[in-house]
């Protein structure tokens, strides 16, 4: 099986996009621009002890699609403890709704964002009680 192990966020504005993140999620940030030979940071997502993976800020390449065509690459999904509270920090960051919070029934919360580099992401909070 081929286990995802690191992701990467393409970003116009790297100071931007890592108070961004650094706001809404509590990520770090590690300067890798040397060792990449580019605009690359680090990001660490949680405590290596736990569930999930980290990943990567990276300059974006080529322009951005357009507002109006689909996802082109993968949603990552942040898992959340309180929903209400990340949502509310997104927002303050600059993030915009995508697709509103909504149950998927008997099992969690899901919603999905855009970040201030116009990229897709959503946020899961389980409960067993969401309908």
């Known amino acids: 099986m081929g286990r ?14 890592k108070k961004f993140y650094g706001e809404a999620f509590d990520w770090k ?8 030979g580019m605009p690359y940071f680090g990001a660490v997502t949680g405590d290596e ?7 990567a800020l990276i300059k974006r390449p080529v322009p951005l ?3 109006t065509q689909a996802v082109n690459g993968y949603a990552c999904t942040m ?7 990340v949502e509310a920090k997104i927002l303050q960051n600059g993030g915009t709704v995508a697709l509103p919070k909504h149950a998927l029934p008997g ?9 201030t580099e116009g990229n897709i992401f959503g946020i899961h909070q389980p409960d067993e009680n969401a309908k």
């Open 107 to 115: 099992m969690a919360w899901q919603g999905y964002y855009k970040d």
């Open 4 to 17: 995802p192990i690191h992701f990467e966020i393409h970003v116009d504005d790297m100071e931007r996009a």
């Open 79 to 85: 898992g959340v403890e309180d929903y209400d509270s």
């Open 65 to 67: 699609l357009e507002n």
């Open 49 to 55: 002890n736990e569930m999930g993976i980290n990943g």
């Open 29 to 36: 940030f590690e300067d890798w621009s040397d060792y990449a």
